[in-house]
């Protein structure tokens, strides 16, 4: 008989023609009396172990690995086997329908609802430790944060659901992640940007694998950079003096994500914010124009004080 031809069928095969495989953790004790049971009942495996084949007349098993201890334990001579093909995804789908192997769902992708199951699945195994893990704040967090993107489990303990750096390695029994690359955005004109375009630049920097800027508090970055003059930056600069988290050493990162179209700065400003992020030489040309006497002496703060005047 031809190996695709054996594929599928049940047939009684010699005991010492396989090998266990991976064997089974059933205790002893269940083995042995279910092997004495099944003595006493006709000595014949009911249910077939899942075998394929590794050479001629040899096989391994792929599932039911607990029935075939049992008739080892049991000495039977033959046991009946359904012989599988040699593919890995057959010997995982053996395993798990016979118990062996609990099925995993790739985070990336899940549904709320597998993501809910799959948690309470967690929760409710005896020493769980999820135990005290609230299911509905965990399902709700997984579910609306941006888990397609995901490398490893990490960020899960910054989403505030209960799920410590300690616990977050329990979720890789139900779960696996196929994360799929960050879509790189579109250039933002800084100098125009709405809030909320900033907003979503700076979290796509922030949220990098590998970003120098996961320091940075998205908020407060996002505030002090839409309430500055940015109108007129002619480079990113003033960003570093905003107190934000971006220092001179990171400034130049957002250059991925933004641009500037800064416009002429008009021969009388008076606002404080804009001429503060001026530099002494714009604001001493501006005074010249302006014919303020002894301005060449000034520094910056005296420049600031005397233009901001300026009725």
Not at 15 to 27: F, K, L, R, Y
Request: charged share 30%; hydrophobic share 40%; with cysteine.
């Amino acid at each position: 008989m031809s190996n695709l031809s054996k594929i599928g069928k049940l047939i009684h095969l010699y005991m010492d023609e396989i090998e266990a495989g991976d064997g089974t953790n059933a205790p002893d004790f269940l083995i042995s009396s279910t092997a004495k049971f099944m003595n006493e009942t006709g000595g014949r495996n009911w249910i077939p172990v899942i075998v394929k084949e590794v050479g001629e007349d040899q096989y391994q098993v792929i599932g039911n690995s607990f029935i075939f201890a049992v008739a080892e334990a049991a000495a039977l001579e033959k046991v009946w086997c359904i012989i599988a093909d040699e593919s890995e995804e057959t010997e995982k789908i053996s395993k798990i329908l016979s118990g062996e192997k609990i099925p995993q769902i790739n985070l990336s992708t899940a549904t709320r609802d597998e993501i809910k199951a799959a948690i309470q699945y967690l929760i409710e195994k005896p020493d769980s430790q999820l135990k005290r893990v609230k299911l509905p704040v965990v399902t709700n967090r997984i579910d609306e944060a941006p888990r397609q993107y995901w490398k490893d489990f990490k960020p899960i303990t910054k989403l505030g659901c209960g799920i410590t750096t300690a616990k977050v390695n329990a979720l890789k029994e139900v779960f696996y992640l196929t994360p799929q690359p960050i879509p790189e955005p579109e250039k933002v004109n800084l100098s125009i940007a709405t809030k909320d375009e900033i907003k979503a630049a700076l979290q796509y920097l922030i949220e990098k694998p590998d970003s120098k800027l996961k320091q940075v508090d998205l908020e407060k970055a996002t505030n002090c950079i839409d309430e500055a003059p940015r109108l007129y930056w002619k480079d990113f600069k003033p960003i570093t003096k905003l107190g934000c988290g971006i220092t001179k050493a990171k400034v130049n990162l957002l250059k991925e994500v933004f641009y500037l179209t800064p416009e002429l700065i008009s021969e009388i400003i008076t606002d404080r914010n804009v001429l503060n992020s001026m530099t002494v030489t714009e604001l001493k040309k501006m005074a010249k124009k302006q014919e303020i006497p002894g301005y060449t002496k000034k520094k910056k703060e005296e420049l600031v004080e005397l233009l901001s005047a300026i009725n």
